[in-house]
């Protein structure tokens, strides 16, 4: 009964390479979010979506882009990834926007070598 | 600038003891504040949400205090459990609500 999901669990990628990170919620909620969380286990947004439609990008290389096929779905994918990528990234979700709770899935951890 | 920060950086107490974590912000204008709890290897879980209006709210043995006048927040655990070792990040939004401002945790780790 998992609320929020993602996958994969662990990525491990060469420098150059494209990858794709999946999240899922079945919450029902209207907004999902992207988040990194570097080895000093800070906690940064990333993306941040609303009914499909993106309403906060914080300062993020436009490697990633972030892609909602539908209001269940916010799935990361990364360009040319770079050894400053490796991190945790964390898929969440909320109803009604960033100041109402939030629903973090488990996160993914990337690994760039 | 928006900034939440939260003290001590790590903690070492042992079970069954009281402890508790501060977090200072000077977000503006102020929305909610929030206490979260993250596990080694897991996302966040949020424990407390507070608004402007609300000086203390409760969660089992979690009780998180805010001072809207002085911008603090404090989160104070009770009779401690190994099961409370984790990370405690305290986050703020404003009144926007589209902006959140994270503080870096502490990471607390309760000794047997």
């Known amino acids: 009964d998992t609320a929020v999901s993602q996958t994969p669990k662990y990525l491990v990628t060469q420098m150059g390479n494209d990858k794709s990170i999946k999240c899922e919620q079945n919450?029902?909620?209207?907004?999902m979010y992207w988040y990194k969380q570097d080895s000093k286990k800070f906690l940064k947004i990333m993306f941040s979506?609303?009914?499909?439609?993106?309403?906060i990008n914080e300062t993020v290389p436009n490697r990633f882009s972030p892609k909602s096929p539908d209001k269940a779905h916010l799935n990361l994918h990364i360009n040319s990834l770079e050894l400053g990528d490796s991190a945790v990234y964390f898929c969440a979700s909320s109803q009604g926007g960033p100041r109402y709770e939030q629903y973090f899935g488990p996160g993914t951890r990337l690994t760039v070598t | 600038k928006n900034q939440v920060e939260q003290s001590p950086q790590s903690l070492i107490i042992l079970e069954g003891k009281n402890c508790t974590l501060q977090c200072n912000y000077t977000v503006s204008p102020f929305s909610n504040l929030r206490w979260y709890k993250q596990d080694t290897g897991r996302g966040p879980v949020s424990l407390t949400i507070m608004t402007f209006s609300e000086n203390t709210k409760s969660n089992g043995r979690y009780t998180a205090t805010l001072d809207a006048d002085t911008k603090q927040s404090s989160l104070h655990i009770t009779a401690s459990q190994l099961s409370d070792s984790a990370s405690y990040i305290c986050?703020?939004?404003?009144?926007?609500?589209?902006?959140?401002?994270f503080g870096g945790g502490t990471r607390l780790m309760v000794k047997p």
């Open positions: 979506y609303n009914n499909k439609e993106l309403i």
């Open positions: 986050v703020v939004s404003d009144n926007a609500g589209n902006m959140l401002t």
């Open positions: 919450l029902g909620h209207d907004t």
